[in-house]
């Protein structure tokens, strides 16, 4: 019998700058669904807000960040990408595996939030903050 | 001592990788702020003999910057007028 593993995930999606705080309520309330479905753990969810993008998509220039970290099995991850395509409110998605055998504790034991050099909320604090061409040096 | 050959054409000091002189600087696609002293004002990569990073490091940030362009927290190139 194939033994399930749990993963450990992180998902970066964008939302379109006009959605309304109703729509991007429901597109993270249907990833936290599928995460559930699939036996999943959520162990981290951030706003990012609305910020610049680097570049136009879809003839936008800004968009809402969210961020997740979840523990999940196989398929889960396909699942929630499926979705993701589906809607046309988000504009990009990116998830990235962190650990392909979590335990219950390594889950939680280090959010990448607190690994990071500065909390995301440092970062992110200016509406506009994000990639800035004249900041750019070799 | 094994970069003295280079001593004839090398101007100024020898470049050192940040992220080992600063511990506390992490290489994650998601900060922004650290990724963009990697790229050119056109958005490319910087080769590692100018970002003085060690191998190990040079690709981490490769990722990472690479990472960060699918998600246009980082930009694939920039348009300059030249």
Redesign the interface.
Same mark, same amino acid.
């Given at each position: 019998m194939a033994v399930r593993k749990l993963r450990k995930y992180e998902l +970066?999606y964008?939302v379109q700058p006009e959605a309304t705080d109703e729509d991007r309520g429901k597109i993270a309330e249907r990833v936290r669904d599928i995460i559930q479905r699939f036996e999943g753990t959520l162990v981290l969810e951030e706003d990012w807000g609305k910020r610049k993008? =680097? *570049?136009e +998509?879809r003839k936008f220039n800004k968009?809402f960040?969210s *961020?997740f970290v979840f523990g999940a099995y196989a398929g889960t991850v396909q699942e929630i990408e499926r979705n993701l395509r589906m809607l046309d409110n988000c504009i990009? *998605?990116?998830t990235?595996k962190l650990e392909d055998e979590a335990t219950a504790e390594s889950l939680t034991a280090k959010p990448?939030s607190e690994?990071?050099?500065?909390p995301?909320s440092a970062?992110f604090e200016d509406d506009d903050a994000?990639? &800035?061409?004249e &900041? =750019? &040096?070799? | 001592m094994r970069d003295f050959r280079f001593d004839g054409r090398r101007r100024g000091r020898r470049k050192v990788d940040r992220f080992l002189a600063d511990k506390s600087m992490v290489i994650d696609y998601k900060d922004p702020s650290v990724l963009k002293y990697f790229i050119t004002e056109r958005g490319k990569i910087v080769p590692r003999r100018v970002s003085g990073l060690v191998a190990r490091n040079q690709r981490k940030i490769t990722r990472a910057i690479k990472r960060a362009r699918m998600i246009a927290l980082m930009p694939f190139t920039t348009a300059k007028a030249h």
């Open positions: +970066i964008v993008l =680097a *570049y +998509i968009g960040y *961020y990009r *998605y990116l990235i990448t690994r990071r050099s500065r995301m970062v994000g990639f &800035d061409e &900041d =750019a &040096d070799a | -």
